[in-house]
């Protein structure tokens, strides 16, 4: 047994190589010892990016800016000998929660309306709908998939049937604050109880519009650098 480990260590340290075919083989399998690489510093917000990247505190040069989805953007080196690269930082977008798809009984949804979306037309109107319903029950006469109809306050004292909105143009907050939420359309339905939904109708074309945005943001905040070479920015 002892004798056997000894000459197992003495084997580890006589590698042979052999050429077998044209391709050349070792006698024991080979670990790569790799370069150290950088593990990315996690920033909130883009403003926190830009002051980074414009510090220069890592003393680092030709840098790429990888905008990977509309919460996410990440800068790193070119490969190493290794064809590894260093990622130096990461921006995550906080944004507030709603979940598309999903019934929000009415007070839910009129909180959510006022906290997760940026004000405009479409929502306002929205939230006189959802605000001033008087009965639990929806009315689906004349429901022809699009347009509904329930009882609501119309006045201080008086009551009748209100249009729901459909398709709505609306700002929800997605991506990240320091520039502008892309509008995009929404089917929005109401059922008993009352209860509210959105369901997004634009083929997640926001999305692009959102990277196209951030782009935008950091060529503006970073143009020096980005003129000087030291930044490539893709989206």
Known sequence: MIKEAIEYIVRLGNVESYKINGQEYSSERLHLIEKPKASPFQVRS???????????????ENLMIHISSPTEVLAFTPVNDDYNRSEFIQASAMIPSFNFDRWYNTEEFNIKLQSSFVKNEDRDIMLKVVGNIKEENVNTIGDDGVSQAVVAKTGVAS???????????????????EVDQPESDFVFRMKSGPSCALFEADGGAWKLDAMKNIKKYLEESLASEIADGKLIIIA
């Open 46 to 60: 883009l403003s926190g990016l830009v002051e980074y990247l414009k510090s220069n505190f890592d003393g680092v």
């Open 159 to 177: 009551v009748g049937n209100v249009k729901v909105p459909n398709p709505v143009s609306l700002k929800p907050y997605r991506t990240f604050v």
